[in-house]
């Protein structure tokens, strides 16, 4: 089974996460005025890192979401196991392989 959007929700909630710790002190100092390089280039990290995270984040929870849109039939399936992998049904009428069956 393909995992689609997985590594882009992965790296979107690492960015998001990344962000709390980045962010919060040179968004105080920029927004009181007394930022110096240092911490208007934190700021700009952490806005990156923000777009970033929100943007992987978004695009993979869109990848997840398409399939759902969509109506599965079993050509469209994807399966979890191989045919050859799968229990025998014990209820299911032998295969008489071109032979007659008895009168």
Known sequence: ???KGTWQ???GSVALAATLFVLPMPLFQVAS???DAGATGLFILGLALLAG???FLGYGLFRRSRELNT???YTTREPSSLDEDRPVNPYELPKSY???PPV
């Open 71 to 73: 109506a599965r039939s």
């Open 1 to 3: 089974m393909k995992s």
């Open 33 to 35: 005025g007394s930022a």
């Open 53 to 55: 995270g929100l943007g």
């Open 98 to 100: 071109g032979a007659l």
């Open 9 to 11: 929700i992965a790296v």
